[in-house]
């Protein structure tokens, strides 16, 4: 059996021959891990996810075509769906948390080793964007909050807000027309 093709022993997976599904892991494996890893950074969860990729290859209705590709892009593609839920997942419970690292402390500029003219160009922007955000409603700050600085998605907005992809879509872009006509104006007046 381990002479077989990875087609093949997804076939015999099919039809729930555990050795298949064993061959199967021992090939590729520390490919998934690795894949992960590099992702997650995390141990456990890179462990986790190709724990989930091989248990997505036992239970799949889906099917894998040899002429569209090859398995192990097939097989990555699924990792990197597994590695993506996890971290939505992760983020989501983790909301509003913001872990800082000793090393990222270090890397947060010192203000005060920027220019004089940096500085205030900063604090100048810094004033519009705030003048700009009193013209937005709640909803609307929260919703720029969600997408741009915690990396949500606009599905899972509209899942978040209870709200259709479309309307979610249309306040994202209503608040960003607010946001820019006021910016402008700001930039205008100085």
């Known amino acids: 059996m381990r002479k077989q093709s990875d087609y093949e022993l997804m076939l015999l997976i099919k039809r729930k021959q555990h050795k298949a599904l064993a061959i199967l892991y021992d090939r590729y494996a520390s ?5 992960a890893m590099k992702a997650l950074k995390d141990e456990q969860a890179a ?19 040899p002429d569209k590709g090859r398995f192990s892009s097939w097989l990555l593609t699924i990792t990197r769906n597994l590695t993506i839920d996890w971290q939505r997942k992760e983020r989501r419970e983790n909301a509003g948390l913001v872990p800082l690292e000793p090393e990222q402390l270090e890397q947060i500029p010192d203000e005060f080793a920027e220019s004089p003219e940096d500085s205030v160009m ?9 003048s700009a955000y009193r013209h937005l409603s709640k909803q609307q700050i929260m919703l720029l909050e969600h997408f741009y600085w ?19 879509k249309n306040r994202l872009h209503q608040a960003l027309k607010i946001l820019r006509r006021h910016l402008l104006a700001e930039g205008e007046g100085t």
């Open 150 to 168: 915690q990396g949500f998605s606009l599905s899972e907005l509209a899942k978040i807000y209870n709200q259709p992809l479309g309307t979610v």
């Open 47 to 65: 462990r986790d996810i190709v724990q989930s990729v091989f248990m997505r290859l036992w239970t799949t209705e889906s099917d894998f075509n």
């Open 31 to 35: 490919l998934i891990y690795s894949f």
């Open 122 to 130: 900063r604090g100048s922007q810094k004033e519009q964007i705030r």
